[in-house]
């Protein structure tokens, strides 16, 4: 059977304002008289299209698959494969969902109406078709065909610019996180890369815990605040080098509840003075999953599991996850960092501190996934410590 009967109809109409969308079309039909009379009719008027015709809808579907068709106009009732089924083919394929496709049928079949409409066919034109009605279907379909194309091409580009600013926000975002946490490292002992190594560690640890790659990533960001409470602790008292009163300890265990609070509360005067309207539903709302995120380990990173921790005495798996994991963390670079009060302990000496705290001070499977992640631990570690660490730790067996 012959798959493409004539060559391609090409000649163009000057100054023709009813056919002014060129395209590329493919008819279909195994009758080949049909496909005969619908080349004459084309010819006939000059028509600015690029024309296929095809006797074989197998042969037709490998066509349109290959090269780039706007539109096919297709019989029903063929052998091998229907109009029916290659409309659907092409709906259902990635690269030809978008090409239009008129469905022809010498049936007077209102429910054959509605399934051709259903399945996505552009429009249906009944047998015989008169030039003009076939001249007018074709250029319309063209032309919404042209529309639809020029629509989704300036959404790709809204998509695009907007996925681009969405990642410029977050990277400034995250870049005021981190300066954020680096001012509240300041206020404390000066620690080198505290923050970033609490919030690797972190991670390290929820990804030992199998816990969803959102959660990992909004814990890395998260975690470097978990200090930032300690903005409102008068510096004399966090960088005092012997021990410190009661009355100090009280006062900087107080460095939870104001991180707390920090991340809490909402600014409806400084919206309002943005020129924003701002709701009651709005300041009541629910902060995005980066703040809640922070809020809670400001609010629980000192929390034990045995409910003696601070500040609310909260116990097992009544603290939150994040809070559980980030304790680990933080406790662990506190024991590896110098401090005004204390020397760097040696890995060795930090991991069995950690040890004897599971299952009192920490939850006994962040403990054992953070063993379990030495090699990544000591790696972030040694990356990472303070620039007068020059000699390797020992590590301790896991």
Same mark, same amino acid.
């Given at each position: 059977?012959?798959?493409?009967?004539?060559?391609?109809?090409?000649?163009?109409?000057?100054?023709?304002?009813?056919?002014?969308?060129?395209?590329?079309?493919?008819?279909?039909?195994?009758?080949?008289? &049909?496909?005969?009379?619908?080349?004459?009719?084309? *010819?006939?008027?000059?028509?600015?299209?690029?024309?296929?015709?095809?006797?074989?809808?197998?042969?037709?579907?490998?066509?349109?698959?290959?090269?780039?068709?706007?539109?096919?106009?297709?019989?029903?009732?063929?052998?091998?494969?229907?109009?029916?089924?290659?409309?659907?083919?092409?709906?259902?394929?990635?690269?030809?969902?978008?090409?239009?496709?008129?469905?022809?049928?010498?049936?007077?079949?209102?429910?054959?109406?509605?399934?051709?409409?259903?399945?996505?066919?552009?429009?249906?034109?009944? %047998?015989?078709?008169?030039?003009?009605?076939? &001249?007018? *279907?074709?250029?319309?379909?063209?032309?919404?065909?042209?529309?639809?194309?020029?629509?989704?091409?300036?959404?790709?580009?809204?998509?695009?610019?907007?996925?681009?600013?969405?990642?410029?926000?977050?990277?400034?975002?995250?870049?005021?996180?981190?300066?954020?946490?680096?001012?509240?490292?300041?206020?404390?002992?000066?620690?080198?890369?505290?923050?970033?190594?609490?919030?690797?560690?972190? *991670?390290?640890?929820?990804?030992?815990?199998?816990?969803?790659?959102?959660?990992?990533?909004?814990?890395?960001?998260?975690?470097?605040?978990?200090?930032?409470?300690?903005?409102?602790?008068?510096?004399?008292?966090? %960088?005092?080098?012997?021990?410190?009163?009661?009355?100090?300890?009280?006062?900087?265990?107080?460095?939870? %509840?104001?991180?707390?609070?920090?991340?809490?509360?909402?600014?409806?005067?400084?919206?309002?003075?943005?020129?924003?309207?701002?709701?009651?539903?709005?300041?009541?709302?629910?902060?995005?999953?980066?703040?809640?995120?922070?809020?809670?380990?400001?609010?629980?990173?000192?929390?034990?599991?045995?409910?003696?921790?601070?500040?609310?005495?909260?116990?097992?798996?009544?603290?939150?996850?994040?809070?559980?994991?980030?304790?680990?963390?933080?406790?662990?670079?506190?024991?590896?960092?110098?401090?005004?009060?204390?020397?760097?302990?040696?890995?060795?000496?930090?991991?069995?501190?950690?040890?004897?705290?599971?299952?009192?001070?920490?939850?006994?499977?962040?403990?054992?996934?953070?063993?379990?992640?030495?090699?990544?631990?000591?790696?972030?570690?040694?990356?990472?410590?303070?620039?007068?660490?020059?000699?390797?730790?020992?590590?301790?067996?896991?």
């Amino acid at each position: 059977m012959v798959s493409t009967l004539f060559n391609p109809v090409k000649t163009l109409i000057p100054n023709s304002a009813s056919l002014q969308c060129a395209g590329r079309i493919v008819f279909v039909d195994d009758d080949l008289d &049909i496909l005969k009379a619908m080349e004459r009719m084309l *010819r006939s008027r000059q028509v600015p299209w690029n024309v296929k015709y095809f006797s074989s809808s197998v042969e037709a579907w490998g066509f349109v698959q290959r090269n780039c068709v706007d539109l096919v106009i297709s019989d029903v009732s063929m052998p091998h494969m229907n109009g029916l089924e290659l409309l659907r083919r092409l709906r259902d394929n990635p690269t030809t969902r978008n090409v239009a496709v008129l469905i022809m049928t010498g049936l007077e079949d209102d429910a054959l109406e509605r399934q051709v409409l259903e399945f996505g066919a552009t429009d249906l034109l009944c %047998k015989p078709v008169r030039t003009d009605l076939l &001249i007018a *279907r074709i250029s319309s379909s063209l032309k919404l065909k042209q529309a639809h194309d020029q629509l989704r091409q300036q959404n790709e580009r809204l998509e695009r610019m907007v996925t681009e600013r969405t990642r410029q926000l977050e990277d400034s975002r995250t870049e005021i996180v981190l300066r954020l946490a680096k001012a509240a490292e300041l206020q404390d002992e000066e620690t080198g890369h505290h923050v970033l190594r609490v919030a690797c560690y972190s *991670r390290i640890i929820a990804r030992a815990l199998c816990l969803p790659v959102d959660f990992q990533e909004s814990l890395f960001l998260a975690a470097p605040l978990h200090d930032l409470g300690k903005l409102g602790i008068p510096a004399a008292i966090l %960088k005092k080098p012997g021990s410190l009163t009661d009355e100090e300890r009280s006062i900087v265990q107080g460095h939870c %509840k104001i991180g707390e609070r920090l991340l809490s509360e909402q600014c409806p005067l400084f919206e309002h003075w943005l020129g924003r309207n701002v709701t009651a539903a709005r300041v009541k709302s629910e902060p995005d999953v980066l703040l809640r995120t922070a809020r809670e380990i400001a609010a629980t990173h000192h929390e034990w599991w045995n409910g003696r921790g601070y500040p609310r005495g909260l116990a097992g798996e009544a603290i939150p996850l994040t809070g559980r994991i980030v304790a680990v963390a933080d406790v662990f670079d506190a024991l590896t960092s110098p401090r005004p009060y204390k020397p760097a302990f040696s890995l060795d000496r930090s991991v069995a501190i950690i040890r004897e705290g599971d299952g009192t001070q920490f939850d006994p499977q962040v403990v054992r996934a953070f063993l379990d992640s030495m090699d990544e631990i000591e790696e972030v570690y040694l990356q990472l410590r303070m620039p007068d660490s020059n000699s390797k730790p020992e590590m301790a067996a896991t």
